[in-house]
């Protein structure tokens, strides 16, 4: 199959679109303004399940039943580097070697 070159960036354009579409389908998103709340943005939890975003959180006037923040997709997978070599094969100060 053949695609003219009027063709070809339309294409591209419809399969980037279905991407993103996908991509989005995943994301948490405000109940009342629709936006994806941004990475370190606190989101509020009510009671009936919704979540608010920071900006939305003013007009309700219940209480919400927790908070959080949004994390990045990396959150816990940070390693702690737990190499302990050099403090054990170092001689302490005032000990004979
Ligand atoms: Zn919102």
């Not at 979540?51 to 990045?72: F, K, N, T």
């Not at 403090?87 to 070697?97: C, I, K, L, Y």
């Amino acid at each position: 199959m053949r695609l003219s070159a009027r063709e070809a960036p339309r294409l591209d354009r419809s399969l980037l679109r279905r991407g993103v579409g996908r991509l989005a389908e995943g994301r948490e998103r405000c109940h009342h303004c629709r936006r994806t709340p941004l990475i370190g943005e606190r989101v509020h939890i009510y009671k009936s399940g919704r979540m608010l975003c920071e900006l939305c959180r003013a007009l309700r006037p219940e209480d919400p039943i927790s908070s959080r923040l949004v994390h990045g997709p990396a959150f816990g997978h940070a390693v702690r580097i737990t190499d302990q070599r050099a403090a054990v094969a170092a001689p302490q100060r005032g000990e004979p070697e």
